[in-house]
């Protein structure tokens, strides 16, 4: 598995109108533009730092992932996301050194990017997820 870089940090917030103030306001970094992804009850926005990102997440649903994960810790980092050279082979070899996993097969994230994500109870509590665009 070739690990490429970070390719963002997924930030839960209760609102992206509120969340990104600081992101522009503060630290004044350029909003790149929000994107709804329906399979995943999601609204993200990101932040370009650097060839990374900062993406906030709003749920979309009550029933969410990100919904639940607000109720749970409240905001705050819900994942860290690396880049991979092929999500497919990063798959295959991460179930062959038994690392739980919570999508064993990719699926479409927000830019159109393949995305999984690898179970907090094997990474020592992170959510990882990992990406290839």
Known sequence: MKVLKIDHLGIAVKSIDEGKKFWTDVLELEFEGS????????????FPVGESEVELLESTAP???IAKYLEKKGEGIQHIA???ENIEEALSELKEKGVK???EKPRIGAGGAKIAFLHPKATHGV????CER
């Open 35 to 46: 994107e709804t992804v329906e399979s995943q009850k999601v609204t993200t926005a990101f």
């Open 63 to 65: 029933d969410g992932p």
């Open 82 to 84: 690396f880049r991979v």
């Open 101 to 103: 996993l919570i999508d």
């Open 127 to 130: 959510l990882v997820e990992l």
